[in-house]
């Protein structure tokens, strides 16, 4: 199935994308995809009641709404740093011995079509596709790597926007340069696990102002996914709901020579294969 939540910000209501063009509403069953919905094995629970609506052709047409990230704002984001050795190359910095690890804000999660913000005081903002993680049940101290892949409830496309000068210059606190407000552009729709037959080899894509900045496969991974959560599940409880960002391959501004900074007015588009593909417009700080 492919979640997707539509509406106003705060306001939006879970859907189950059929195609291109309707959705089955599951409103009236469901409060929201969130952490109380994966804890309670929403995604079987409304498997049947998606198909016989859409068989009943009880579906409705994408119109206007707004597209909300398909998840509720989550416990927390948990984002991989460096996953990529050509990117790490590009960002000076040594392929890492283990996943390097930091957090984001959740109230950074937008919606995919959302207006990024340049924070106050902002010299060096900069853009990441990333693949998401989406973990399905309470999960600690996994046993085996295997093991993770009952613990993931789907995949989605996330934009890790980042600010290099708050992130690198500022004490080296790479929170800082991540959890700024609409840092975290989700979405449109999360891809339960049975939907991708190959989570490691999805093509990824990034474009500026309709240039090509990133192009990458999650195949060149240093940790894969299921890596990622059995290695995190050693150091911390992972909660239905939570999101993990994995890192990004080559091609982020602060790569070029000269670097290349995101500024008002411009573009960023993205993608991954079989996940959809976000825009959003850049403006100025508030």
């Known amino acids: 199935m492919y979640l997707m939540r539509i509406g106003a910000p705060g306001a939006e209501k879970p859907v189950v994308r059929i ?14 995809f969130d952490e109380a919905f994966f ?19 009880q579906v409705s047409s994408f119109a206007d709404e707004r597209i909300g990230a398909p998840i509720a704002r989550p416990h927390q984001i948990l984002c991989i740093g460096l996953n990529y050795s050509d990117h ?3 960002s000076g910095m040594a392929v890492p011995d283990e996943p390097i690890l930091f957090t984001k804000s959740p109230n950074t999660l937008i919606g995919p079509y959302d207006d990024v913000r340049i924070p106050r005081g902002s010299t060096k903002p900069d ?13 600690s101290y996994l046993d085996t790597v295997d093991e993770a892949r009952d613990a993931i409830a789907g995949y989605l496309v996330v934009n890790d926007v980042s600010e290099r000068a708050f992130q690198l210059e500022r004490g080296g606190q790479w929170a800082k340069g991540k959890s700024a407000e609409t840092f975290n552009p989700a979405g449109p729709w999360l891809a339960t696990t049975d939907e991708i ?3 490691l080899d999805l093509d990824m894509w990034l474009d500026v102002n309709g240039t090509r900045r990133q192009t990458g496969n999650t195949k060149t991974m240093i940790f894969n996914p299921y890596f990622i959560v059995h290695y995190l599940s050693q150091f911390l409880v992972l909660e239905p709901g939570d999101l993990i960002n994995t890192g990004t391959p080559p091609g982020v501004g602060m790569g070029f020579n000269p670097p290349i900074w995101l500024q008002p007015g411009d573009v960023v588009e993205l993608g991954i294969q079989q996940l959809g593909r976000q825009r959003q417009n850049v403006v100025a700080p508030r």
């Open 39 to 57: 804890a309670s094995g929403g995604i079987d629970r409304i498997r049947p009641l998606v198909a016989e609506r859409a068989a009943a052709g």
């Open 197 to 199: 037959e190959d989570v």
């Open 127 to 139: 853009w990441e596709v990333e693949l998401g993680i989406v973990i399905g049940r309470r999960t």
């Open 88 to 90: 790490a190359a590009e």
């Open 19 to 32: 195609d291109d063009d309707t959705y089955v509403d599951v409103s009236d069953s469901v409060s929201d």
